[in-house]
């Protein structure tokens, strides 16, 4: 499973750039598809759900030109589409299969349209309800109510009144609105229960009126699509951008201080979820609003307030504030949310799962969550169920632990590069990493450097021998990688002032005698074991910042140090440093023996496939074979003070 690693964040601030509305791109897209003329369609969101509605008009016989960037143009077929039978994969994009399905139900061809298996397991029934009471024919290819649908020609009776179910998702309703105008004549629409997610409806009818189409209201519970109407292209359509993905960059602001400004969207937004910026005032955050941008800054007091709100009128950013709410004072109660059972997976069976491993309080309900933040959260891997907005909420939680990411590509659904534009506008806490060989003095300089500056310590290579002696004690072999992998992933180990504990044992100087240090360069070299003490070691990231030190802290643990330094010294210098040390501690040692041992672990510690020690070209070198514990300790300090 690919992963992300997320480094604790201590700031957030600056600008980002939204990439385009989804629910707006499929929305122009087809429409701009539907009619008559040809459209240019600028800042359109590049991503999977978009790249499906673009290939399935495509083969419905629209068509399609790249104009680089994000503009396409779209040269409209003026009417139903012209190509009759056809095969359609549409992915979980619900926003290209309930929009396509109306628009093919009337389309008079025979089509199947398919998506991946989440796709098949939201709900399609109440659409093809609607649809049927217009003589449409749909059948059901699995079960009954979901996708996959075979489509048939049919004779539709246009006209009249049509009754739409309005609380499952508003998707059913927009897509019968955008449909309706193929077919000539006035039908009214009536929503048959209470209509959720309103101001996607909203959204809905502002883009039908672009392309020439307005619909006529009655409140929520009817609309009529008047006769003769048609689709005709505005010429020019800008997107805005996308006021859902605005909200983990608004929160990030509030909860990293900010000011984080994202442009795109703003005061005159059409999408609805702009509102979640109310919702975070409400929290505390300090919000600014112009035409086209949102800025959000922590509260005054430097806390937010835990809420308690009905987030029907925001239903995707509303996920935002469940992760929001684990920096807020007291129980955030987001309510009146069951269409998030129904979406790209069950968000409320997942966020609740999710937000536990972190150690959170959480209560859930058929329509409703309850958050209850713990003073220190625990570093967790977070499951994201290929639900792209799961992967983004969570990435809030980096300013508090660090994290992982399963699966971090989910977001290309709608937000290709967010983890990239959220590294530009967050600070991590710094690390300063210190490579080289075997007794070349890294541990000591790294714990002094780390005291002098007030920052944890990562020993790394005391892992790697932790896991030899595990390893040992359990009776699995050095070389068995997999048995290794399986001790070091299960390490249980308390690190202390001067003291490691085993399993509830000290075990300092037992780790430190020659035939462990062996063990751990012969367990070091297993790929698998080194994978599995990667996030183990991220975990130290915390705090006003670390200094780390081992063979690939720099290269590898954390690539994104603020300083890294390749620290060594001769063979000889360190050979009788290390001779020494063991002297004083009361340890037999032989300098020769010592010599031929060191050599031999830096053979093979810089040979090995995975990690090999090595200076790379990022690192500054300190040869402290000349140099003083004092000396080799001010360099560094000296270094650091000028990279930050
Ligand atoms: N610049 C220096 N001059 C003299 N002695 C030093 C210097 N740096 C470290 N030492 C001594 O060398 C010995 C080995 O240092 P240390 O244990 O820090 O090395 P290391 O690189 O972390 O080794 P290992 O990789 O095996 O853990 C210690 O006794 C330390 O006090
Ligand atoms: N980041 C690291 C740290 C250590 N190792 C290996 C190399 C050594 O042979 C062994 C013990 O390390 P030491 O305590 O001597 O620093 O662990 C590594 O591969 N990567």
Same mark, same amino acid.
């Given at each position: 499973?690919?992963?992300l690693d997320l480094a604790p964040f201590v700031s957030a601030g600056g600008t980002v750039?939204?990439?385009?509305?989804?629910?707006?791109?499929?929305?122009?897209?087809?429409?701009?598809?539907?009619?008559?003329?040809?459209? #240019?369609?600028?800042?359109?969101?590049?991503?999977?759900?978009?790249?499906?509605?673009?290939?399935?008009?495509?083969?419905?016989?629209?068509?399609?030109?790249?104009?680089?960037?994000?503009?396409?143009?779209?040269?409209?077929?003026?009417?139903?589409?012209?190509?009759?039978?056809?095969?359609?994969?549409?992915?979980?994009?619900?926003?290209?299969?309930?929009?396509?399905?109306?628009?093919?139900?009337?389309?008079?061809?025979?089509?199947?349209?398919?998506?991946?298996?989440?796709?098949?397991?939201?709900?399609?029934?109440?659409?093809?309800?609607?649809? =049927?009471?217009?003589?449409?024919?749909?059948?059901?290819?699995?079960?009954?109510?979901?996708?996959?649908?075979?489509?048939?020609?049919?004779?539709?009776?246009?006209? %009249?009144?049509?009754?739409?179910?309005?609380?499952?998702?508003?998707?059913?309703?927009?897509?019968?609105?955008? !449909?309706?105008?193929?077919?000539?004549?006035?039908?009214?629409?009536?929503?048959? %229960? #209470?209509?959720?997610?309103?101001?996607?409806?909203?959204? &809905?009818?502002? &883009?039908?009126?672009?392309?020439?189409? #307005?619909?006529?209201?009655?409140?929520?519970?009817?609309?009529?699509?008047?006769?003769?109407?048609?689709?005709?292209?505005?010429?020019?359509?800008?997107?805005?951008?996308?006021?859902?993905?605005?909200?983990?960059?608004?929160?990030?602001?509030?909860?990293?201080?900010?000011?984080?400004?994202?442009?795109?969207?703003?005061?005159?937004?059409?999408?609805?979820?702009?509102?979640?910026?109310?919702?975070?005032?409400?929290?505390?955050?300090?919000?600014?609003?112009?035409?086209?941008?949102?800025?959000? =800054?922590?509260?005054?007091?430097?806390?937010?307030? !835990?809420?308690?709100?009905?987030?029907?009128?925001?239903?995707?950013?509303?996920?935002?504030? @469940?992760?929001?709410?684990?920096?807020?004072?007291?129980?955030?109660?987001? $309510?009146?949310?069951?269409?998030?059972?129904?979406?790209?997976?069950?968000?409320?069976?997942?966020?609740?799962?999710?937000?536990?491993?972190?150690?959170?309080?959480?209560?859930?309900?058929?329509?409703?969550?309850?958050?209850?933040?713990?003073?220190?959260?625990?570093?967790?891997?977070?499951?994201?169920?290929?639900?792209?907005?799961?992967?983004?909420?969570?990435?809030?939680?980096?300013?508090?632990?660090?994290?992982?990411?399963?699966?971090?590509?989910?977001?290309?659904?709608?937000?290709?590069?967010?983890?990239?534009?959220?590294?530009?506008?967050?600070?991590?806490?710094?690390?300063?990493?210190?490579?080289?060989?075997?007794?070349?003095?890294?541990?000591?300089?790294?714990? $002094?450097?780390?005291? @002098?500056?007030?920052?944890g310590y990562l020993d790394s290579g005391a892992l790697y021998r932790l896991t030899a002696?595990?390893?040992?004690?359990?009776?699995?072999?050095?070389?068995?990688?997999? %048995?290794?992998?399986?001790?070091?992933?299960?390490? #249980?180990?308390?690190?202390?002032?001067?003291?490691? $504990?085993?399993?509830?044992?000290?075990?300092?100087?037992?780790?430190?005698?020659?035939?462990?240090?062996?063990?751990?360069?012969?367990?070091?070299?297993?790929?698998?074991?080194?994978?599995?003490?990667?996030?183990?070691?991220?975990?130290? $990231?915390?705090?006003?910042?670390?200094?780390?030190?081992?063979?690939?802290?720099?290269?590898?643990?954390?690539?994104?140090?603020?300083?890294?330094?390749? *620290?060594?010294?001769?063979?000889?210098?360190?050979?009788?440093? =290390?001779?020494?040390?063991?002297?004083?501690?009361?340890?037999?040692?032989?300098?020769?023996?010592? *010599?031929?041992?060191? =050599?031999?672990?830096?053979?093979?510690?810089?040979?090995?496939?995975?990690?090999?020690?090595?200076?790379?070209?990022?690192?500054?070198?300190?040869?402290?074979?000349?140099?003083?514990?004092?000396?080799?300790?001010?360099?560094?300090?000296?270094?650091?003070?000028?990279?930050?």
């Amino acid at each position: 499973m690919e992963f992300l690693d997320l480094a604790p964040f201590v700031s957030a601030g600056g600008t980002v750039r939204l990439p385009g509305s989804k629910s707006i791109s499929n929305r122009v897209l087809l429409l701009a598809a539907l009619a008559e003329g040809v459209t #240019e369609v600028r800042d359109l969101l590049h991503s999977d759900d978009t790249e499906r509605m673009l290939e399935a008009l495509q083969q419905l016989g629209v068509g399609v030109e790249s104009l680089g960037g994000e503009a396409y143009r779209i040269g409209g077929v003026g009417g139903p589409f012209p190509v009759k039978e056809a095969e359609l994969f549409l992915g979980n994009a619900g926003t290209a299969f309930r929009p396509l399905t109306a628009a093919l139900a009337l389309a008079g061809g025979h089509y199947v349209l398919k998506g991946v298996a989440r796709m098949h397991e939201r709900p399609i029934g109440d659409l093809v309800d609607g649809l =049927r009471q217009l003589g449409a024919e749909v059948r059901y290819l699995g079960n009954d109510g979901f996708p996959p649908l075979e489509i048939f020609p049919a004779s539709i009776r246009a006209g %009249g009144v049509l009754q739409v179910r309005g609380d499952v998702s508003s998707q059913f309703l927009t897509a019968l609105l955008m !449909a309706l105008p193929l077919t000539g004549v006035e039908t009214r629409v009536e929503v048959v %229960g #209470e209509l959720i997610s309103k101001p996607y409806i909203e959204i &809905t009818l502002a &883009t039908m009126a672009r392309f020439g189409v #307005e619909v006529q209201r009655e409140g929520w519970q009817a609309f009529v699509v008047p006769a003769g109407v048609r689709y005709v292209s505005p010429g020019t359509v800008y997107v805005e951008g996308d006021a859902s993905s605005a909200s983990y960059f608004l929160a990030a602001g509030a909860i990293g201080g900010g000011p984080l400004r994202v442009e795109g969207v703003g005061k005159d937004s059409i999408q609805g979820d702009v509102r979640f910026a109310e919702a975070l005032a409400l929290m505390g955050a300090r919000i600014e609003m112009g035409p086209n941008w949102i800025e959000a =800054r922590a509260p005054a007091s430097g806390k937010l307030q !835990a809420i308690d709100l009905d987030c029907n009128h925001i239903p995707d950013a509303a996920m935002t504030l @469940a992760t929001a709410a684990l920096f807020a004072e007291g129980t955030t109660v987001l $309510r009146n949310i069951a269409s998030w059972r129904v979406k790209e997976t069950d968000r409320i069976a997942a966020m609740a799962t999710e937000l536990q491993k972190l150690g959170a309080i959480v209560e859930e309900g058929p329509d409703y969550l309850k958050v209850t933040p713990v003073p220190a959260l625990k570093p967790a891997a977070i499951d994201t169920y290929d639900d792209h907005r799961m992967a983004m909420c969570f990435s809030l939680a980096a300013f508090a632990t660090p994290l992982r990411i399963n699966d971090p590509k989910c977001v290309a659904k709608t937000f290709p590069d967010y983890f990239e534009r959220l590294a530009t506008v967050t600070r991590s806490v710094p690390v300063i990493a210190i490579d080289g060989p075997s007794a070349s003095g890294k541990g000591t300089v790294a714990a $002094r450097v780390a005291a @002098a500056l007030g920052f944890g310590y990562l020993d790394s290579g005391a892992l790697y021998r932790l896991t030899a002696l595990a390893a040992q004690r359990a009776g699995v072999d050095w070389d068995d990688e997999a %048995g290794v992998a399986a001790v070091a992933a299960g390490l #249980e180990v308390v690190f202390g002032e001067g003291s490691i $504990r085993l399993a509830g044992e000290e075990v300092e100087g037992a780790i430190r005698t020659e035939e462990i240090s062996q063990g751990a360069s012969k367990v070091a070299a297993l790929p698998a074991v080194r994978a599995a003490l990667l996030f183990r070691q991220r975990v130290f $990231r915390c705090g006003a910042g670390l200094v780390g030190d081992g063979r690939d802290i720099g290269s590898v643990v954390f690539p994104d140090s603020r300083l890294k330094v390749f *620290l060594t010294a001769s063979a000889e210098v360190r050979a009788e440093r =290390r001779y020494k040390q063991l002297i004083g501690k009361g340890f037999p040692a032989n300098m020769q023996a010592i *010599l031929l041992d060191l =050599r031999e672990r830096d053979r093979r510690d810089s040979e090995r496939s995975v990690a090999p020690l090595q200076q790379n070209e990022d690192a500054v070198l300190l040869d402290t074979s000349g140099l003083t514990i004092d000396q080799a300790v001010d360099q560094v300090l000296d270094w650091y003070g000028s990279a930050s």
